[in-house]
């Protein structure tokens, strides 16, 4: 059961006077009535509720009298009790006054009114009520929440985001406020501190005050797309409680653009072929290499690749392995542009967005890249491999030989029994009468018809291995040559069944020496100049003491001018043969290796007599590109060789050595040379250490180009 409050005793008083006086219970009026506080002061705020109140206790002056109040005339105070008894004793002749919750319609201000109180036969008392209303206290308030820079949107490379912070007052008056920043450690590792300025000071007005920050230049340069950069910042207004707001810089990706993709032309796929991948690498701006949403994105026309066979290796190049089934997926249908492919940042892109690049599907050959058969090394950016006359080069691609699968995957050049000369075209078929023939053609830029073949040292359905002819020097245009690989059963090849043109640059010397690994690196393929040993740890050259001979490809044409003369002791430089030379006569040797081939077998000269069963090559030879120099018609004289003023030039542990012959290697392609260099003086050896074998950089220079980097021998 509730209990009885104050105002209800008031009432039950009253109620038993009136009772008694019903009954006829004398009645004692007062001689005088006083409030014992004649003003009450009320004060209110706005945006407050508002419980002030006020009392007056009024006295009688002698015995017990009634009292009533007048009702307010102003709706914004109540005043209990309303009636009751007054004595000079009793406590409960109190009025309160307190403000009613009409003083919120009132404007901030003062505002005053009367009380009167009266009781029968007694002077009125009065109670002056005053009531203060007040503007409400001042608050600050964030323009936009406290989210407002939490996440803060920057794309990678881009300038500073613009973060900033409008402080409001709730009213007409000002707050003073301080604000400080505060950040984390950033995923690259810039310290904490970043987010500027660290403190600031200032006064926030009902119009609005705005402050403004930024990241450091360090955690902005290293931030990362998927990035989250964080920190707070703090904003203590004076007397209040301090407001934190949360500071999130979201690091997202600018716009990745793709310019172009390697290699341009794939294999075409045929249905039943095993599944498997065809890599790409895309070149553009702006990859992503995030593990996250962020990474850049691959999408084959509106497909997206999925992102774990994407690799991105920096900003400017990716990797995407296109996987197909035994359908031939992407691959199946060929065309110049089969494939379109574009690139996209962002979480969710539905497609690519900007530029694209095609990629073409064919069942021709494809060259893919050209470089020395002895050092592997491929040119960098834009740049085009270089071909010299007798060049020995390896082009790798696919689509070479269809048929070059299992025990004939691998089909292997050999000199013909003749004349001893390589071959221009190889064929996995050769006992079918209309035979695949793989065929390598230089020819001269904007003039296809002038062409010249290579000689097909080995090939795959991916590698060839092919000698450049020695007249490739005359289809030389503005210092390129083409290339182009051929598969097909016609000669010449028709254009379906040809690859596309291959931009070579001509040099006259591109030296490269040949290595025992497959890798252009290492061990060098060098041997000792006496006993033909091959060089190695244990078998390690001795220095001053031996002579090695190093096998290289690349040095051009040897200039030897040598006529094909018996000699019993020949000297280098005045008797190796021209590599060219005029044919014999009766009254003449051979004026060189092409001349003694040319020499029929009824010339007797006193000085080379040809086989009297020998034949001449039918057609005539117009040079020697592809064949083998042979020592059994040179009479004990030098294959074509360098004479002593154009000779190349070799280093060993970057101390010159002396070379003592460079040429075409007897019994051996022409593009073969071999250089004899001695072994320089342990003294002159950088670290040199005696009996103990030590690996020492090899180079070989020929007309001012050096044979690639990392090719070694041991000297002991």
Same mark, same amino acid.
């Given at each position: ?472 020097? /005359?289809?030389? *245009?503005?210092?390129?040559? $083409?290339? =182009?690989? @051929?598969?097909?059963? #016609? !000669?010449?090849? &028709?254009? +379906? ?29 060098? /041997?000792?100049? *006496?006993?033909?040993?091959? $060089?190695? =740890?244990? @078998?390690?050259?001795? #220095? !001053?003491?031996? &002579?090695? +001979? ?167």
């Amino acid at each position: 059961m509730k209990g009885i409050s104050m105002s209800n005793l008031y009432f039950l008083r009253i109620f038993s006077v009136v009772s008694v006086l019903t009954m006829g219970t004398s009645y004692l009026s007062a001689t005088s009535l006083t409030a014992g506080t004649a003003t009450i002061n009320l004060s209110c705020t706005k945006g407050t509720t508002c419980n002030s109140s006020g009392a007056s206790t009024l006295a009688i002056s002698a015995g017990t009298g009634y009292f009533n109040v007048t009702a307010p005339s102003v709706p914004w105070i109540s005043v209990t009790p309303m009636t009751g008894l007054a004595t000079t004793t009793d406590a409960d002749n109190t009025l309160t006054v307190a403000a009613s919750a009409a003083w919120t319609t009132l404007s901030s201000g003062s505002y005053t009114t009367t009380v009167n109180v009266t009781s029968q036969g007694v002077t009125s008392a009065s109670i002056t009520v005053k009531l203060y209303v007040n503007d409400a206290t001042p608050t600050l308030f964030i323009k936009g929440g406290n989210n407002v820079l939490n996440p803060i949107s920057y794309v990678s490379g881009a300038a500073s985001p613009a973060m900033s912070i409008t402080l409001f007052s709730s009213t007409g008056l000002t707050i003073p406020f301080t604000a400080t920043a505060s950040s984390s450690l950033t995923p690259e590792g810039v310290p904490a501190g970043w987010l500027l300025p660290a403190t600031q000071k200032g006064i926030a007005y009902s119009w609005g005050t705005t402050i403004a920050y930024t990241a450091s230049t360090g955690a902005l340069s290293q931030a990362q797309a998927g990035d989250s950069l964080v920190g707070s910042v703090t904003i203590t207004p004076a007397g209040g409680s301090p407001i934190i707001l949360p500071v999130s810089i979201s690091v997202g990706a600018a716009v990745a653009t793709v310019t172009g993709v390697s290699p341009a032309v794939v294999p075409l796929i045929v249905a039943g072929s095993a599944p498997g991948y065809v890599t790409l690498v895309l070149k553009g701006t702006n990859f992503v290499s995030s593990t996250g949403t962020q990474k850049t994105k691959v999408f084959i026309g509106t497909s997206m690749v999925s992102t774990d066979n994407i690799t991105v290796l920096n900003a400017n190049y990716l990797i995407a392995s296109i996987p197909y089934d035994s359908t031939g997926g992407s691959f199946k249908t060929a065309g110049a542009n089969a494939l379109v492919m574009g690139v996209a940042n962002g979480a969710s892109p539905a497609t690519a967005i900007g530029a694209t690049v095609a990629v073409g599907v064919t069942a021709a050959p494809i060259i893919n890249a050209v470089t020395s058969a002895s050092s592997f090394v491929a040119p960098v950016g834009s740049s085009k491999p270089s071909v010299a006359p007798y060049d020995i080069i390896s082009i790798f691609g696919a689509n070479f030989c269809a048929l070059c699968t299992g025990s004939n995957s691998v089909l292997v050049g050999a000199p013909d029994d003749t004349y001893s000369r390589f071959p221009t075209y190889l064929s996995p078929d050769p006992t079918v009468t209309t035979k695949h023939k793989i065929a390598v053609i230089f020819s001269k830029p904007g003039t296809p018809a002038t062409l010249l073949p290579g000689y097909l040292l080995f090939a795959t359905a991916t590698q060839i291995n092919v000698l450049v002819p020695g007249a490739i020097s /005359t289809l030389v *245009t503005a210092g390129l040559v $083409n290339l =182009q690989v @051929a598969y097909d059963t #016609a !000669t010449p090849a &028709t254009a +379906a069944n040809t690859s596309a043109l291959f931009g070579l640059a001509y040099a006259a010397t591109n030296p490269g020496i040949f290595t025992i690994s497959s890798s252009g690196q290492g061990n060098g393929a060098i /041997t000792d100049g *006496t006993t033909f040993a091959l $060089n190695t =740890q244990t @078998a390690g050259a001795v #220095a !001053t003491v031996d &002579t090695v +001979a190093i096998f290289v490809t690349g040095l051009g044409m040897p200039d030897s001018a040598g006529t094909n003369v018996a000699t019993g002791s020949p000297v280098y430089g005045t008797n190796c043969l021209a590599p060219l030379g005029t044919a014999g006569t009766a009254l003449a040797p051979p004026g060189g290796y092409l001349g003694t081939v040319l020499t029929p077998a009824t010339v007797t000269s006193g000085s080379y007599v040809p086989a009297a069963s020998y034949v001449l090559p039918s057609p005539v030879w117009s040079s020697i590109d592809g064949a083998v120099m042979r020592s059994a018609i040179m009479q004990g004289n030098y294959a074509p060789c360098f004479i002593t003023a154009s000779k190349p030039t070799v280093s060993i542990g970057g101390v010159d050595a002396t070379v003592s012959y460079a040429g075409f290697v007897s019994d051996s392609i022409a593009g073969l040379y071999q250089i004899n260099v001695d072994v320089p003086t342990p003294t002159d050896l950088p670290a040199y250490a005696a009996d103990t074998a030590q690996q020492y950089n090899v180079v070989v220079t020929m007309g001012g180009v050096a044979s690639q980097a990392g090719v070694t021998m041991w000297i002991k």
